[in-house]
């Protein structure tokens, strides 16, 4: 089954405690992506990866790090978090490539909700 | 930047109608729109995908057109049914970057 899995679902933590929230995906798609959600604000991205070795911001990069060593893995890793930072973290993954259709929809996990106090 | 804007931004209509969801962008440079649906609690279900080079794209009882050069798509849904109670979201790609509105929440009445 096709599935982009993040864990943790739900995180309670401190100001300044670093903590990373994995995200893996079993489709092989090249490019991966990580968003959070706050109400009246949709869904902005934060970083993305077209590949291994190969990541860039997205609209709302500041405070948070991300890696690609291998396909499916693409940790977002937040060095020092801050209450500005709680809210609902999505990771999504697609087909990278031209050419259109089903093959490149993005499949997204089911969310981490992140509280900083 | 791009900007994404759905209207309305909730909506509530008894069960059979016919309705139609609104999504724009400020730039029309886009590779392709996607529809999605998000339910309470989880994550987010792709509909339909329409490449820049398309018009519309159909699955079932939706059908989701795109208009590049007014910068707009709609979604449209026929015969409501309680179960599409969700919220709907569009997403611009473009510059591999994905844009996305802040949705519309969707309440079919049963």
């Known amino acids: 089954e096709a599935q982009v899995t993040q864990n943790p679902r739900y995180l309670i933590t401190v100001t300044g405690k670093k903590l990373t929230v994995t995200c893996s995906q079993n489709m092989n798609h090249e490019y991966m992506s990580w968003y959070r959600q706050d109400p009246g604000l949709g869904l902005r991205q934060i970083y993305y990866s077209m590949n291994v070795e190969v990541t860039d911001k997205g609209d709302v990069p500041e405070g948070y790090k991300v890696s690609r060593k291998e396909k499916r893995n693409f940790p977002l890793i937040l060095e020092s978090p801050s209450p500005n930072q709680t809210s609902l973290y999505f990771c999504?993954?697609?087909?990278?490539?031209?050419?259109?259709?089903?093959?490149?929809?993005?499949?997204f996990g089911a969310g981490t909700r992140l509280s900083v106090l | 930047k791009q900007e994404v804007t759905q209207i309305p931004a909730a909506l509530s209509v008894p069960e059979g109608e016919n309705l139609v969801l609104n999504c724009s962008f400020t730039?029309?440079?886009?590779?392709?729109l996607q529809w999605f649906r998000q339910d309470p609690g989880k994550g987010l279900t792709s509909l339909l995908l329409?490449?820049?080079?398309?018009r519309e794209q159909t699955s079932g009882r939706l059908n989701a057109s795109l208009d590049k050069s007014s910068g707009r798509s709609t979604l449209y849904i026929a015969a409501s049914q309680p179960g599409d109670s969700a919220t709907y979201l569009c997403a611009a790609y473009n510059f591999n970057k994905f844009y996305f509105g802040s949705g519309t929440k969707l309440n079919v009445k049963p």
């Open positions: 329409i490449q820049s080079s398309q």
């Open positions: 730039d029309s440079a886009i590779y392709n």
């Open positions: 999504a993954s697609r087909r990278q490539g031209t050419g259109g259709g089903a093959k490149n929809i993005q499949y």
